[in-house]
């Protein structure tokens, strides 16, 4: 760095290149390590810059990226998974022999699937007509 200076001292555009870099870095305030607003003049400025990050939070920006949302690995061993699975398991044989048994009452007592569905069809065609009612007295109005 000494020898850059001597040698661009030596004279012409050089020299005075190096000068006004010299000054630069004489009044450039990150040189000092004193906190000065740009406004101000050679006087310490009455609170501290501002902060690009929150003050609250320090985490490292070269972290690897960390899900909110837990592995199923790293919840749950291997065997407190299986016994969970089984649990659920046997709780879903439960409801369908449940509902199994729900059918089996009421075609008992004389319902049948072929009527639920025409029920369900005459439905269907009671509201299309009941929204087209709608829309033309909503035009009439």
């Known amino acids: 760095m000494q020898r850059e200076k001597e040698v661009a001292r030596g004279g012409g555009f050089g020299s005075v290149l190096q000068g006004a870099l010299d000054k630069l870095e004489q009044a450039s305030p990150l040189s ?5 607003s740009p406004g101000t003049r050679g006087g310490p400025s ?27 690995k790293t919840c749950q061993s291997d065997a407190a998974n299986r016994e969970t699975l089984q649990c659920e398991m046997e709780e879903l044989k439960g409801k369908d022999l449940a509902l199994d048994q729900e059918i089996a009452q009421l075609l008992a007592e004389g319902f049948s699937p072929e009527e639920l569905d025409r029920h369900i069809t005459l439905l269907h065609e009671y509201n299309d007509i009941k929204d087209v009612g709608q829309m033309l007295m909503g035009r009439l109005a």
């Open 46 to 72: 009455p609170r501290p810059p501002p902060r690009r990050t929150p003050t609250g939070t320090q985490r490292n920006c070269n972290a690897r990226f960390k899900s909110p949302v837990p592995s199923p």
């Open 32 to 36: 000092r390590g004193s906190h000065q």
